[in-house]
Structure formats: structure tokens, C-alpha cells
């Protein structure tokens, strides 16, 4: 087991007041068979910041990041500003990744209304993928190949706002050819990539992935959300992940998220900590504490 750092910046977790706004993935679309670790029963329920800092009693949480909760898609710009209430009254979220629709018509519009608020510091819109590996979506409109979806897309530069870019392993090829286009905007691929596949065959379609994005100097990633839909958590499994993302991109690059609540359904705080403190044991001083703190408070801009 490696030591527990002195300071944490968490980098991707979420809250939602279901009272104060429409979440329909925890209302009425609710569908676990359709969801990445299955049922989800246990998220639907108001998550806020006293619930959140309850999970991280006794760590030395730092700053937070606040990525966009999939809040009712009319309600986006109402997320942003609701946040912003969050941190003025609690301290936190320190950086915000809200939502702006890519294809749509008034996306500049859009972009720059989040961007007036004082924390906003990236955009989050996923890209239509397709469901399995062996599937494919490409060319269909708000794909990774959607001419308009990406006119959206590079808007980001303009308003010096990151893109958190969310796909599951199978399309991070493409992904990566996006981002050779888009050589100034910065990109940060959350979750590792989310190597659902574990199997040799599943790994190395992964690892191919990661490389083709991680040549790319503008993309960061996250070391967060190593659960699987249909498996309990692998402390030796999700460590062998992490090190192996660490060693793609570069300690330089990569830094620690919990997707809390989400996370939640597989792992708690403390033992997702412990994991990846187990992961950069043999890594230098300097490289954990880029991993835990520095290079997140740095890629979203936390003063």
C-alpha cells in the first residue's frame, strides 16, 4: 500500500439537488439496463455538498472540479449558476465543466453565457457513441465525425475553455483524430479511456487507443471511474489500469478524479484513495503530488 498524499484536488465528481432542477437519467428515464455499472437506484436521491464531504472525511480534500450532472439540457445554464451559489456558500466546486450542446444552432451563444461565470473552465458534450465495439455511429449527427457538432466544438478555443472528452475505448481512435484538428484547445479524456473490455483482446484495443490520443500534447487524463456493470471491484486489476495509463501519458499528464457519487456504487473514498496511492507508490515525490493535486489545479486553472 503506498502513502496517502497531503493535499487532494478531485477533479470529476457531481451534484444535484433533484428539487432545485430536472436530472431525467435519475427521474424519469431512469434505465439500469442501459447504464455503465448497472443499477443505479442508489443516485437517486439529492446529492449536495454535505453529502459529498461526508465521503472525504478524514482525506485532505484541497479544490474540487464539477462536471456537468446531465441536468435537464434546457436547465444547463441554470446548473452553472446554481454551482456557483454552491462554492460562494460551501467553498467548492473551484472549477466548473458544464454543458453546451455542440450541433446546436446558438452553440457560440451558449458557450459564451458559461463562460461569463467566474468558475467555468471547460465544456463537457458527449459525442454519440455507439453502444458495443463492434458497432459503429460514424458520420451520424453529433458523432465525432458530425461537421456541425464539431464547428461547435472548436468554438471552445475562443472562449479559452477546455474540452472534457468522454468516450468508451472503442471510439478513442477517432477521438484522436479530432483532436489532431484541434491542436490549441486543451482536452483532458476522462476516466482512462473506460476500458470496459478487460479481456487480453479488450486491453490491447484500449491500449491502441490511449496511445493514438496520448500523442497528442494538449490531451490530460483522468485516473477515475475503473468500475465495471457487471463485476465487483479489482484493487490489483484497476491498479495494473492505472499504471499502465500512467506509463501512455506520462505522470506529467494525468491526474486523480473519484466520480463521486457515481463511483460510489462500486468503491467508497477512503478505499479509492488507498488504490491509487497503491498505484504511484514507486513513482517519484514530485510525480504523485502532480497526480493528486498539482496537475488538475493547473489544467482547470484553480487559484
Given at each position: 500500500m503506498g502513502t496517502r498524499p497531503a493535499a487532494i484536488v478531485d477533479a470529476h465528481h457531481h451534484l444535484w439537488d433533484?428539487?432545485?432542477g430536472g436530472y431525467p437519467w435519475l427521474q424519469q428515464d431512469y434505465n439500469p439496463a442501459a447504464f455503465h455499472l448497472g443499477d443505479y437506484e442508489p443516485l437517486r436521491?439529492?446529492?449536495g455538498p454535505a453529502e459529498y464531504r461526508k465521503l472525504w472525511e478524514g482525506l485532505p480534500l484541497a479544490a474540487t472540479v464539477h462536471v456537468e450532472a446531465e441536468r435537464d439540457r434546457k436547465e444547463s445554464l441554470?446548473?452553472?449558476a446554481w454551482l456557483h451559489e454552491i462554492h460562494a456558500a460551501?467553498?467548492?466546486p473551484n472549477a466548473v465543466v458544464a454543458h453546451v450542446d455542440f450541433a446546436a444552432p446558438d452553440a457560440g451563444e451558449q458557450l459564451a453565457q458559461?463562460?461569463?461565470y467566474a468558475l467555468v473552465r471547460g465544456i463537457r458534450c458527449k459525442p454519440l457513441t455507439s453502444a458495443t465495439a463492434n458497432g459503429s455511429v460514424r458520420g451520424q449527427p453529433g458523432s465525432l465525425q458530425d461537421a456541425q457538432w464539431l464547428a461547435g466544438l472548436a468554438l471552445l478555443e475562443k472562449h479559452n475553455l477546455s474540452w472534457d472528452l468522454r468516450v468508451p475505448f472503442w471510439h478513442l481512435e477517432e477521438a484522436a483524430a479530432v483532436v489532431q484538428q484541434l491542436p490549441d484547445?486543451?482536452?483532458?479524456?476522462?476516466h482512462a479511456g473506460l476500458p470496459w473490455d478487460r479481456s487480453a483482446a479488450g486491453l490491447a484495443h484500449w491500449?491502441?487507443?490511449m496511445e493514438a490520443v496520448?500523442?497528442?500534447?494538449?490531451?490530460y487524463v483522468k485516473l477515475s471511474e475503473f468500475g465495471l456493470q457487471h463485476a465487483p471491484w479489482n484493487a490489483d486489476e484497476n491498479t495494473a489500469v492505472i499504471r499502465e495509463t500512467i506509463a501512455i501519458f506520462g505522470w506529467q499528464r494525468c491526474m486523480f478524479a473519484s466520480n463521486m457519487p457515481v463511483a460510489g456504487l462500486r468503491i467508497g473514498v477512503p478505499a479509492l484513495v488507498d488504490t491509487l496511492a497503491g498505484a504511484l507508490k514507486d513513482l517519484s515525490e514530485t510525480a504523485q503530488e502532480a497526480i493528486w493535486h498539482d496537475n488538475a489545479k493547473r489544467f482547470y486553472r484553480i487559484s
Amino acid at each position: 500500500m503506498g502513502t496517502r498524499p497531503a493535499a487532494i484536488v478531485d477533479a470529476h465528481h457531481h451534484l444535484w439537488d433533484l428539487s432545485r432542477g430536472g436530472y431525467p437519467w435519475l427521474q424519469q428515464d431512469y434505465n439500469p439496463a442501459a447504464f455503465h455499472l448497472g443499477d443505479y437506484e442508489p443516485l437517486r436521491r439529492n446529492f449536495g455538498p454535505a453529502e459529498y464531504r461526508k465521503l472525504w472525511e478524514g482525506l485532505p480534500l484541497a479544490a474540487t472540479v464539477h462536471v456537468e450532472a446531465e441536468r435537464d439540457r434546457k436547465e444547463s445554464l441554470a446548473e452553472t449558476a446554481w454551482l456557483h451559489e454552491i462554492h460562494a456558500a460551501h467553498g467548492f466546486p473551484n472549477a466548473v465543466v458544464a454543458h453546451v450542446d455542440f450541433a446546436a444552432p446558438d452553440a457560440g451563444e451558449q458557450l459564451a453565457q458559461h463562460a461569463a461565470y467566474a468558475l467555468v473552465r471547460g465544456i463537457r458534450c458527449k459525442p454519440l457513441t455507439s453502444a458495443t465495439a463492434n458497432g459503429s455511429v460514424r458520420g451520424q449527427p453529433g458523432s465525432l465525425q458530425d461537421a456541425q457538432w464539431l464547428a461547435g466544438l472548436a468554438l471552445l478555443e475562443k472562449h479559452n475553455l477546455s474540452w472534457d472528452l468522454r468516450v468508451p475505448f472503442w471510439h478513442l481512435e477517432e477521438a484522436a483524430a479530432v483532436v489532431q484538428q484541434l491542436p490549441d484547445i486543451s482536452v483532458v479524456l476522462e476516466h482512462a479511456g473506460l476500458p470496459w473490455d478487460r479481456s487480453a483482446a479488450g486491453l490491447a484495443h484500449w491500449r491502441k487507443g490511449m496511445e493514438a490520443v496520448a500523442r497528442h500534447d494538449q490531451v490530460y487524463v483522468k485516473l477515475s471511474e475503473f468500475g465495471l456493470q457487471h463485476a465487483p471491484w479489482n484493487a490489483d486489476e484497476n491498479t495494473a489500469v492505472i499504471r499502465e495509463t500512467i506509463a501512455i501519458f506520462g505522470w506529467q499528464r494525468c491526474m486523480f478524479a473519484s466520480n463521486m457519487p457515481v463511483a460510489g456504487l462500486r468503491i467508497g473514498v477512503p478505499a479509492l484513495v488507498d488504490t491509487l496511492a497503491g498505484a504511484l507508490k514507486d513513482l517519484s515525490e514530485t510525480a504523485q503530488e502532480a497526480i493528486w493535486h498539482d496537475n488538475a489545479k493547473r489544467f482547470y486553472r484553480i487559484s
